[in-house]
């Protein structure tokens, strides 16, 4: 079955009812038949019919065992790491999403867990931090701002090796491009947010996982840590995941064209996107990924903030906000925004610049895109 007959076939029609769209069960509670007897609801933090329909639907797109749907794409971070204990370690992606490293720095760490950044899109580094305390091997491919690419497969083979878990922050590629369980990975998480639900107009996480032992225990979490999603803003997750790869086939065909309108261009020193031929690792995203996603990121040979301010002061069609993955065209300066909370030698160290900006495509047509960009020039 194509992904495109999957993504659709796998939205139930409800039972009670026949309704073709998954009806929204705005309850708190439910009615038991006696204590303990039900129709396996009982509280909605524990479970919601509508929530239980999107949480179904991410698993099989995923290839997973079970999906879990959280508040927003931090609360399902946070779910995943009260998997470790004091004395834990992880290793982890050196240009991490600024919210997954003011959560791991600030909160987790005063807890005793030690994080090791790396740059894994070369594998053998992971092997020169890795240890047998190592719980955690954390990856976002693409990375979030400068779309690293790292090998999924061969470094799941590490991370099992010292019987560490794989976690694979999937939300750039989203299961329309890449599908990190068959990779080898064990934990996938996405912020919803973006790409899956893909209108700007809802905060949501998801995590999936590969086996009923990780199932239980991101279930207890979830139900422990009362994070979850609501049944509204689950069904406009659920409404967006039915267009996702109608959204990102153009996404990826627009990233595409502005790449390599970026190239061209001389006040720009250089340009990350995976599917241009001078990506580091453009064979392993070929390999792990259907189409190269939608996202742009861009430094200038004016390397200053003020530089960088000036541009994303200066587009039309792409506005300047955080987030990505809409259908309207997003730009950023993660500098000032989405990873100001990094560092800054931390920051350029993972290849984060003051001029560095994030372009989201949307689905405008390209040519207007790149006009765009043309005149902020």
Known sequence: MKLETRIIQSLPVDELTGAISTPIYQTSTFVQEAPGVNKGFDYARSNNPTRKVLEDCIARLEYGVAGFAFASGLAAVDAVLKLLKSGDEIVAVDDIYGGSFRIFTHIYEKFGIKIHYVDTTDAENVKTVINENTKLVWLESP????????????????????????????????????????????????????????????????????????????????????????????????????????????????????????????????????????????????????????????TLKNDTIESATKFVTSTKYFKLAESLGGTKSLLCHPATMTHKSIPEETRKKSGINDSLIRLSCGIEHYEDLIEDLRQAF
Not at 198 to 216: K, P
């Open 143 to 298: 990375t979030n701002p400068t779309l690293k690419i790292s090998d999924i497969k061969t470094i799941a083979n590490i991370a099992h090796s010292f019987n560490a878990l794989l976690v694979v922050d999937n939300t750039f590629a989203s299961p329309a491009l890449q599908n990190p369980i068959k990779l080898g990975a064990d934990i996938i998480i996405h912020s919803a947010t973006k790409y899956l639900a893909g209108h700007s107009d809802v905060i949501a996480g998801l995590v999936v996982v590969n086996s009923t032992y990780l199932a239980e225990k991101i279930k207890f979490n979830q139900n422990s840590s009362g994070g979850i999603l609501g049944p509204f803003d689950s069904w406009l997750t659920i409404r967006g995941i039915s267009t996702l790869t109608l959204r990102v086939e153009k996404q990826s065909n627009n990233a595409f064209e502005v790449a390599k309108f970026l190239e061209t261009c001389s006040a720009v020193d250089k340009v990350y996107y995976p599917g241009l031929v001078t990506h580091k690792n453009h064979e392993i995203a070929k390999q792990q990924q259907t189409l190269f996603g939608g996202m742009v990121s861009f």
